[in-house]
């Protein structure tokens, strides 16, 4: 039988460890940034110390979606695209609304625990469908 049209060729070994590790990379700079930013907003440091860190999280995190979404658009309809997408609007409220960053800090901590580590249940349901979606195999289009 011959493939479909949305069925994808499968990644040669290199290309799965320069993904893999292209990925992970920007993961850990993610990271950094989050760590940086975080501490920096928790501790009530000086702005001016953990801005850059703020743009270094809301760069690679925008960088980390366009990627998710390149990959499979259905990745913004399922809840761990949803969240992420509410995270980014959180982040951008961390600095009109100082008086806050204590409680957006913390809620995006938690958002953040639900998308990488929940179960993928409620990771990939599809608020569309209403239903779990897994891949590109259970829904058309």
Known sequence: MGKG???????SDI?????????TALR????????????????????ALWLPYWIITMSTGLLLM?????????WIIQLKGVLTV???????????????????ITVL??????VSHGPAGLRHYSIVHRRVIHGKKEIKG
């Open 109 to 114: 901590v938690l958002l953040s625990v639900v």
């Open 28 to 47: 850990a700079i993610h990271i950094i940034g989050v760590v940086g930013a975080g501490g920096g907003i928790l501790l009530h440091v000086d702005k």
């Open 5 to 11: 049209k949305h069925q994808q060729e499968p990644l």
């Open 86 to 104: 509410a995270k980014v609007g959180l982040l951008f409220l961390l600095v009109p609304f100082a008086h806050w960053q204590v409680e957006i």
């Open 66 to 74: 366009a990627w998710e979404i390149f990959r499979d658009w259905r």
């Open 15 to 23: 290309r799965f460890w320069f993904e893999r590790l292209t990925k």
